[in-house]
């Protein structure tokens, strides 16, 4: 009798060194895992990709007023790489301190928005503002301006409101729209650009946990990573794979659609595994895909689309995979596809799959948010009575059209081809903020907000997909909170 490898049925002598290898690598033994750790160094790096650590730089436009001041610190204590656009050096750092990255420009003056300024960014806020103190005058730190709650009569000084919340503003999306990435794609892995956390993540898996003798390895080459080795079917066996250890912290991907890899394989079947759960042999997400000799392909893998499987068996009323929570990843090329059923493009003997990246794909995040006011659209409003509305609607005319430039620099935003959220904050104050936010759409709403609480919400609009293409009004409400829900927050909104 002759097996599918074209010899005689036999077995294969297991390899139980190879075996205990693999579990002490994906710390199957916590007793082992505890005395590793227990010694090993202490400086050394865990893999992590959370959020927008891993990416690009966010710039913070105007970070050295009363809401950039915020963004930034907020930006840098979540690990985002931030650089801060700001005008004077000198000022910059005894607001902002020496540990950020500062550069000097004008949003007013195009040519100061150079490549230097504007490269590797991930995306910008927006803070700033045409300068504006009591007619009275103020204090070299503006503390008539800041406290927000005594009205003083006010006057521009410096720079027109024309030129910095219309023409600079412009200028800003004009400069970063040639910069800024043209999808929201999360990189998880660029096996072109490997680093000590890829080589120490990915690991070998293979049939010899079940008795098998397949035998894969995962290598970095010149232009990726190379997953091969020689999968046999002796022993019972069928299958070699590479998969990661868990993630420390697991990945929220809730705002994706799906997973893209991009591969140049040898013609065979292979599948992809993504798991929700930290369980060494629990359930996974499965999706089976087809290569092509020698040529690289992109394959897209919708979260809607993973099938949960356990060891090969579809698993029947099993929930959606929870794509806020990915503890590993995993490809595998396996006789079997599903419930018994063979993979019809398998054949035993040896195999190469190379890896360029896995991105997540599919998001749709704002990659600007502009700090405008709320009252932009109210001067000259048909039908507005005056009395009624804040100073800033008042003054308008009085204050060089202060809320209509702020207006035509939103529509420069809404016109590019840049994913936005416009935010329009009522009064600002320097309270400390942690209130209930209260949020609409329409330019009606009268109040105040900290300038905290506005940074706050700048920062969270990047995390958020229900924040795109999206204005709103802010204000704060009574009640003290000590966590939003951003997600519900920005949900009810309509995108424009």
């Not at 070998?204 to 970095?220: C, H, K, P, Q, T």
Request: aromatic share 10%; charged share 25%.
């Amino acid at each position: 009798m002759k097996n599918s490898d074209g010899g005689k049925s036999y077995r294969s002598q297991w390899d139980f060194g190879r075996f205990f290898q693999t579990l002490n690598y994906f710390e199957i033994f916590p007793v082992i895992s505890w005395v590793k750790k227990l010694f090993s160094q202490p400086n050394q790096k865990q893999f992590q990709q959370n959020g927008g650590k891993q990416m690009g730089v966010v710039l913070v436009a105007g970070a050295t007023g009363g809401v950039g001041k915020r963004v930034a610190q907020k930006l840098q204590a979540q690990g985002y790489q931030v650089r801060s656009l700001v005008r004077d050096l000198d000022k910059a750092r005894e607001i902002l301190g020496n540990d950020t990255d500062l550069v000097v420009a004008d949003i007013t003056k195009p040519e100061t928005l150079t490549s230097l300024v504007m490269s590797n960014i991930q995306a910008v806020i927006c803070c700033t503002a045409v300068r504006v103190q009591p007619i009275s005058g103020d204090t070299p730190n503006r503390e008539k301006y800041y406290q927000g709650v005594k009205f003083y009569q006010p006057e521009i000084v410096g720079d027109t409101p024309e030129n910095v919340e219309y023409k600079g503003v412009k200028n800003l999306v004009e400069a970063a729209s040639q910069y800024l990435p043209k999808s929201n794609d999360k990189l998880l892995f660029d096996f072109t650009n490997p680093s000590t956390e890829i080589r120490d993540i990915w690991g070998a898996l293979d049939d010899v946990v079940m008795g098998g003798v397949s035998e894969s390895n995962i290598r970095l080459i010149s232009d990726g990573a190379l997953f091969t080795g020689n999968v046999s079917i002796a022993n019972s066996g069928g299958f070699a794979s590479i998969r990661t250890k868990n993630f420390s912290p697991s990945l929220n991907l809730s705002d994706y659609e799906g997973i893209d890899l991009r591969v140049k394989g040898d013609g065979k079947r292979y599948k992809f595994f993504v798991r929700a759960e930290s369980k060494w042999d629990g359930i996974g997400y499965s999706y089976s895909f087809d290569t092509v000799p020698n040529i690289w392909i992109t394959v897209r893998i919708p979260f809607a689309d993973l099938i949960p499987v356990f060891r090969a068996k579809t698993v029947k009323d099993c929930p959606s995979i929870d794509a806020s929570n990915i503890c590993s990843l995993q490809l595998m090329l396996s006789k079997f596809e599903y419930d018994g059923e063979l993979n019809p493009r398998f054949s035993p003997g040896s195999f190469n799959l190379q890896l360029e990246s896995i991105k997540a794909y599919g998001a749709n995040l704002p990659q600007f948010v502009l700090v405008s006011s709320a009252g932009v659209t109210r001067p000259h409003r048909p039908g507005i009575n005056l009395d009624e509305e804040p100073p800033a609607v008042r003054l308008n005319d009085q204050l060089g059209g202060i809320l209509t430039w702020k207006l035509k620099g939103e529509d420069s935003l809404r016109a590019s081809r840049i994913p936005y959220t416009i935010i329009r904050p009522c009064a600002l104050t320097e309270s400390e903020g942690e209130r209930e936010l209260i949020v609409e759409q329409g330019d009606n709403m009268r109040g105040k907000i900290s300038r905290e609480d506005v940074a706050k919400l700048c920062v969270a609009a990047l995390q958020q997909s229900p924040a795109c293409n999206v204005t709103l009004e802010v204000k704060e409400g009574e009640n003290k909170v000590n966590d939003i829900d951003w997600q519900n927050l920005f949900s009810p909104l309509k995108s424009n």
